[in-house]
Nanobody, 125 residues
C-alpha cells in the first residue's frame, strides 16, 4: 500500500507560522513532482505550491513570498513552511505526489497520482 501522510496542521493566529509535512511510504519506485493543494469550505480545491524532482518550485499568487515548499534529500517527504498566515489561508491542506509505484506481488510499475487525507489549517484570532 502506498500512502501519503500529512501532519503539522492546527490553529494559529493571523501573522503566525505553521510547517506542514507529508511523508510518502510503501512500494514506491520513484517520486516525480510533489505538491500541496488546499480546499476551503464551499470552494474548489486549489493548487498552493509544487516542487519537481529537480527541486524546481512554483507557487500560487496568493501565497508567493509567504509559503515555501521543500523536499528532503531522500525525496519522499515534502514540507510547506507557511509564514505570515492570513484568515483566508484557512483550509484543509492536501499533499499530492506524482509517483511510479510497484504493483503488489508483481514487478509491474504503475504511474499514479496519489493524495493524502488532508490536514486542517485554521487561521483565526
Amino acid at each position: 500500500q502506498v500512502q501519503l501522510e500529512e501532519s503539522g496542521g492546527g490553529l494559529v493566529q493571523p501573522g503566525g507560522s505553521l510547517r506542514l509535512s507529508c511523508v510518502a511510504s510503501g512500494s514506491i519506485f520513484s517520486i516525480n513532482a510533489m505538491a500541496w493543494y488546499r480546499q476551503a469550505p464551499g470552494k474548489q480545491r486549489e493548487l498552493v505550491a509544487t516542487i519537481t524532482g529537480d527541486g524546481n518550485t512554483n507557487y500560487a499568487d496568493p501565497v508567493k513570498g509567504r509559503f515555501t515548499i521543500s523536499r528532503d534529500n531522500f525525496g519522499n517527504t515534502v514540507y510547506l513552511q507557511m509564514n505570515s498566515l492570513k484568515p483566508e489561508d484557512t483550509a484543509v491542506y492536501y499533499c499530492n505526489a506524482d509517483m511510479v509505484t510497484v504493483v503488489p506481488g508483481t514487478s509491474v510499475l504503475r504511474p499514479w497520482d496519489y493524495w493524502g487525507q488532508g490536514t486542517q489549517v485554521t487561521v483565526s484570532s
